[in-house]
């Protein structure tokens, strides 16, 4: 459109509202305080029109839906799970990058851990963690008859000694001076509990499957972090492929008995 044509459709605009949008001066305009209210009231609709549009404009073209998540989810949650999705909408490209990465760009859904998130969050499962080691360790440090027990192993930490010092404390003990070395990324944290290199604090729910096949197991019930989850987030625009990964990531998180 050219701008006369542009300037014509504004004014007509502010003719059908009954007040001025624009200051108009000899340097150009600029919007009133009723003009900027108004932008603002519309600018989200407008966003979703022209999303709506380039989905139906792309027709029948592979859509990608971005995925923004902590690395213990993709390693131990998604990847396991994600050739069902993709045997399910083999249409839809998955593209997965970490939560909080400045190299990506805007995901369509993020998933993180704590203990809220807001109104579009979906909490997927626990993040309650518990004693958990290699049955290997087991023999070779044990036996481990009560909690106390605990106290003379090599106790490794994911990021900090915090989550250890807080799972003593709920039984009246003290974190041991001198503790195991602390693992930077829960990754590797698990690569060297299965190693049987020591004891760490882990989420139950997140480590369901290794527990289930013997590679992990827990030697005690008492928990921390019984407030926090791992957490789906929605965009307020999401695509239609987005919405179905949603949905998916939700069903297989609930219906996997890991809440």
Aim: proline share 5%; net charge negative; charged share 20%.
């Amino acid at each position: 459109m050219t701008a006369t044509a542009v300037s014509q459709h504004v004014r007509n605009l502010e003719a059908w509202l009954g007040v001025a949008l624009f200051e108009r001066h000899a340097r150009g305009v600029r919007l009133t305080p009723a003009g900027r209210e108004f932008g603002n009231t519309v600018s989200g609709s407008l966003r979703q029109i022209a999303s709506g549009a380039e989905r139906l404009r792309r027709g029948n073209e592979r859509m990608t839906v971005r995925l923004a998540s902590l690395p213990s989810v993709v390693a131990h949650f998604l990847t396991p799970r994600l050739p069902r999705f993709r045997a399910l909408h083999p249409d839809i490209q998955v593209s997965i990058s970490y939560s909080g990465s400045q190299h990506a760009s805007a995901p369509d859904i993020t998933i993180g851990h704590g203990i809220s998130f807001g109104e579009n969050a979906v909490a997927l499962f626990s993040a309650e963690t518990r004693p958990t080691c290699a049955p290997s360790y087991v023999p070779n440090a044990g036996p481990f008859s009560d909690e106390a027990s605990l106290l003379g192993s090599e106790l490794l930490h994911d990021d900090t000694e915090t989550a250890w010092r807080d799972w003593f404390a709920v039984g009246d003990m003290s974190l041991p001076y001198g503790a195991g070395p602390i693992f930077a990324d829960f990754n590797l944290l698990v690569t060297a509990l299965k190693a049987g290199q020591g004891i760490g604090l882990c989420p139950t729910a997140l480590l369901r499957e290794e527990i289930a096949e013997g590679q992990l197991t827990v030697l005690f019930d008492r928990a921390v972090d019984t407030d926090k989850y791992y957490w789906l987030m929605e965009t307020y625009d999401m695509t239609a492929s987005a919405r179905l990964l949603a949905d998916w990531l939700v069903a297989e998180a609930h219906g996997s008995d890991l809440t």
